[in-house]
């Protein structure tokens, strides 16, 4: 088959859809599959095939598409907030690019998000089955994002914007052939904020290359020196969803009755100069370390002792599972799916998302006792080599590309 993997989002980016992307196109290719990547650069400034780095540059079409949007705008929706007709002007540029590239050249299109979905279930051939795979919830995380920045939730369901992604959920899945959910958790909230009929997602957690991690694993890698202190690490974009300003707190307090330990946080993003002010504030400056972007997440998981992610919304989070295959102890809250990836006590240790002292509790227990610790990873590692099998979830996304063949037609 050939198939188009595309997303909305700028790709190389930090965070679990690039991994899931490339992932997923390795698997696909070892059974002998022909696989593209349609994504926007990361820079913004125009649309490519990633892998083969054909490019349309956005200056070639936003021009037009904004004086006709705009047009209609003026005429037709006056008073539309600002952010929906940026998103709507962006919408278009992208299924403009995906048009431009010829989606008619392949047999299934799996998008990443309800926005790509959306443009390519208005511009596919009748003989192209769409799937989609929904890495997360555009309208809470939105919700979450506005939360963190002090914004009454109840305040943000009453915009334009929260019933705006809502109708890019709802349409963004209902014209899929196949959707594909990662957790039972994102599946409800679609199915129950959202109006998506069950029967509509099928259940699949991700997967990973299990041995090409476990190789990466034991690369060099160059790293600050911890002085022989336990290392604890927090690979994850600096975004509002994840949770660093509580993992401060959190650390600020271990800090009170440990200091036989280094913070590792292993990402960047909108909130860095934030959170280096913060750390600074609260007296962190040699306990917690910011390492950056990093390519080498496998070889600091290796150094590791406990891995942390704090979120306050997440789906499937590639972290968590890449601590399990590494055997480290693992603490994280139960925002989102994440509760049906590790079993507290078992597979690691589980927090309420936002309670700065119960992630403080959890750190110190793990730093405190050496047999929970070890004993976490040990289970930690045992599942995550069994649960998180690149071929498996290869094995059932294909069996979800020939249903969806089947129903192109309809």
Not at 365 to 380: H, I, K, P, T
């Amino acid at each position: 088959m050939r198939i188009l993997l595309a997303t909305f989002w700028g790709l190389p980016s930090v965070g679990g859809l690039e991994k899931y992307v490339l992932q997923l196109k390795r698997g696909l290719e070892a059974r002998g599959h022909e696989v593209d990547i349609f994504c926007r650069m990361p820079d913004d400034s125009g649309f490519y095939i990633l892998n083969k780095g054909w490019v349309l540059n956005k200056n070639q079409i936003q021009p037009m598409i904004s004086a006709k949007a705009d047009t209609y705008f003026a005429n037709h929706l006056p008073g539309l907030d600002q952010d929906v007709k940026y998103m709507e002007i962006d919408k278009y540029c992208f299924e403009a690019a995906a048009a431009y590239f010829r989606p008619a050249a392949y047999d299934v299109i799996h998008t990443q998000d309800v926005i790509s979905a959306r443009a390519f279930a208005r511009i596919r051939h009748p003989h192209t089955a769409l799937v989609s795979t929904i890495h997360g919830c555009l309208s809470t995380e939105s919700l979450a994002r506005r939360q963190a920045d002090g914004m009454p939730s109840d305040d943000f369901r009453k915009t334009q914007l929260w019933y705006y992604y809502g109708l890019i959920e709802h349409f963004g899945i209902m014209h899929n052939h196949e959707t594909i959910m990662p957790t039972e958790w994102l599946k409800g909230i679609m199915n129950r904020d959202f109006l998506i009929p069950e029967y509509r997602m099928t259940t699949v957690p991700n997967g990973m290359d299990v041995e090409e991690f476990l190789h990466e694993m034991n690369k060099p890698t160059v790293t600050p020196d911890a002085g022989g202190k336990k290392i604890i690490l927090c690979s994850a974009r600096f975004d509002p969803v994840k949770g660093h300003f509580h993992l401060l707190r959190a650390l600020t307090c271990l800090k009170k009755v440990r200091n036989d330990w280094v913070c590792w946080l292993a990402g960047n993003g909108q909130l860095e100069e934030r959170m280096r002010e913060q750390a600074a504030a609260y007296g962190l400056q040699n306990e917690v370390v910011f390492l950056g972007k990093r390519d080498d997440i496998p070889a600091l998981l290796k150094k590791s002792d406990v891995f942390v992610l704090p979120s306050l919304q997440d789906n499937h989070p590639f972290a968590i599972m890449e601590a399990h295959v590494a055997g480290k102890a693992v603490v994280v809250s139960n925002a989102g799916g994440i509760p049906e990836m590790v079993t507290h006590e078992e597979t690691g240790l589980i927090f309420p998302a936002g309670n700065d002292q119960d992630l403080f509790g959890n750190l110190f227990a793990v730093l405190s006792q050496d047999d929970l610790r070890n004993r976490l990873g040990e289970q930690s590692k045992a599942f995550g080599l069994q649960h998180w099998s690149l071929p498996t979830m290869t094995e059932r996304i294909l069996a979800i590309y020939e249903k969806a063949l089947q129903k192109r037609w309809r």
